[in-house]
């Protein structure tokens, strides 16, 4: 087998941590399979975008090897997350169109892709996601989806693969896709032996405990806003669908079209957002009665309160409860 070429892709505005870390990842894969006795099964290149010493916002610089600019041939594209919240993401796509245009063509040069985090966008943004399954960090998801309809993202997967794309989830989370890439390059052996190294989660397949939610705000629906505003005042009541409809004078039918188009969830998948929203932040304050819990966010049956409960974040209540309990933590 030969070996192939991997460009991590080094902006100014990368997020720091996730750079540092996948570098290593990858470093530490490559010399475990020559230790192995096997030959290397990839080189890694940094690679800028103008210039070959890149300051990012923190006091670190990093020299690359070669820039955009540069004309080579190679296999692999990583394109790490960006620094920065959705507020600046137009300013940065315009900023980095240099880029999105090299990973188009890296792409149709038969490069894979692996996207971390938040570089989802640029991946997004060049179309190659259009029609394939996609995660990214869950904060960001919903900004996403309103610019890239087109893609089907899985927000609570930590890793997707299509064709010659992964994607990697949240955070440190992201680190599992490249795990994944390690494990399909160079053997589950070497992937489990990084993974305990650097006391990463091996293997996990959802990042819907991470999940905060946030009342999927970021749309101009007024009467939704409204619509919204009165869910989150009256989430422990026994409130209808019916009822919130007539609040903001519409058809039932209308009313959850235009709540399903404004928020991307219909609004009984809001209310049980919500109620299981304020559940886990009881749980993490140090409520250990789990029936106290479930009365208190608007429910009466403990079974519907746990099944909601889990399909939502992916952990029963009493598992959340032991994990995230401020006050046990604190012992």
Same mark, same amino acid.
């Given at each position: 087998?030969?070996?192939?070429?991997?460009?991590?892709?080094? *902006?100014?505005?990368?997020?720091?941590?996730?750079?540092?870390?996948?570098?290593?990842?990858?470093?530490?894969?490559?010399?475990?399979?020559?230790?192995?006795?096997?030959?290397?099964?990839?080189?890694?290149?940094?690679?800028?975008?103008?210039?070959?010493?890149?300051?990012? !916002?923190?006091?670190?610089?990093?020299?690359?090897?070669?820039?955009?600019?540069?004309?080579?041939?190679?296999?692999? &594209? &990583?394109?790490? %997350?960006?620094?920065?919240?959705?507020?600046?993401?137009?300013?940065?796509?315009?900023?980095?169109?240099? &880029?999105?245009?090299?990973?188009?063509?890296?792409?149709?040069?038969?490069?894979?892709?692996?996207?971390?985090?938040?570089?989802?966008?640029?991946?997004?943004?060049?179309?190659?996601?259009?029609?394939?399954?996609? /995660?990214?960090?869950?904060?960001?998801?919903?900004?996403?989806?309103?610019? *890239?309809?087109?893609?089907?993202? !899985? %927000?609570?997967?930590?890793?997707?693969?299509?064709?010659?794309?992964? /994607?990697?989830?949240?955070?440190?989370?992201?680190?599992?896709?490249?795990?994944?890439?390690?494990?399909?390059?160079?053997?589950?052996? &070497?992937?489990?032996?990084?993974?305990?190294?650097?006391?990463?989660?091996?293997?996990?397949?959802?990042?819907?405990?991470?999940?905060?939610?946030?009342?999927?705000?970021?749309?101009?629906?007024?009467?939704?806003?409204?619509?919204?505003?009165?869910?989150?005042?009256?989430?422990?009541?026994?409130?209808?669908?019916?009822?919130?409809?007539?609040?903001?004078?519409?058809?039932?039918?209308?009313?959850?079209?235009?709540?399903?188009?404004?928020?991307?969830?219909?609004?009984?998948?809001?209310?049980?957002?919500?109620?299981?929203?304020?559940?886990?932040?009881?749980?993490?304050?140090?409520?250990?009665?789990?029936?106290?819990?479930?009365?208190?966010?608007?429910?009466?049956?403990?079974?519907?309160?746990?099944?909601?409960?889990?399909?939502?974040?992916?952990?029963?209540?009493?598992? *959340?409860?032991?994990?995230?309990?401020?006050? /046990?933590?604190?012992?």
């Amino acid at each position: 087998m030969r070996t192939r070429h991997i460009s991590v892709i080094v *902006y100014e505005d990368v997020l720091l941590t996730a750079l540092s870390s996948t570098v290593a990842l990858l470093t530490g894969a490559r010399e475990a399979v020559i230790r192995s006795g096997r030959p290397a099964p990839f080189e890694i290149d940094l690679v800028s975008v103008n210039r070959n010493d890149v300051q990012l !916002r923190f006091p670190v610089q990093f020299h690359c090897a070669k820039t955009l600019g540069e004309d080579f041939e190679t296999d692999i &594209v &990583v394109v790490p %997350p960006v620094n920065t919240d959705d507020t600046e993401i137009d300013n940065l796509l315009l900023k980095y169109n240099k &880029v999105i245009s090299w990973i188009a063509e890296k792409y149709q040069r038969k490069a894979q892709i692996i996207s971390l985090c938040t570089g989802a966008y640029f991946v997004a943004e060049c179309g190659l996601l259009n029609g394939m399954p996609a /995660t990214s960090h869950w904060g960001a998801i919903d900004d996403m989806r309103k610019r *890239y309809p087109l893609v089907n993202f !899985r %927000p609570e997967q930590v890793v997707t693969q299509s064709e010659a794309i992964i /994607t990697g989830g949240g955070g440190f989370s992201a680190l599992s896709a490249v795990l994944y890439f390690i494990e399909k390059t160079c053997g589950k052996e &070497v992937a489990i032996t990084l993974s305990k190294y650097y006391a990463l989660d091996y293997g996990r397949k959802s990042q819907s405990i991470f999940t905060i939610f946030s009342g999927h705000r970021g749309h101009n629906d007024d009467d939704i806003h409204q619509a919204q505003t009165f869910i989150e005042n009256e989430f422990k009541a026994d409130i209808s669908v019916d009822q919130i409809a007539g609040r903001v004078n519409m058809s039932k039918r209308n009313f959850i079209r235009r709540f399903k188009s404004a928020t991307s969830l219909n609004p009984i998948e809001y209310i049980q957002r919500i109620k299981i929203e304020a559940a886990k932040k009881s749980l993490e304050a140090g409520e250990s009665n789990i029936a106290y819990v479930t009365y208190d966010v608007g429910y009466n049956d403990l079974k519907t309160f746990r099944t909601i409960f889990k399909r939502i974040t992916g952990l029963t209540p009493i598992e *959340y409860r032991n994990r995230y309990n401020t006050e /046990t933590l604190a012992r």
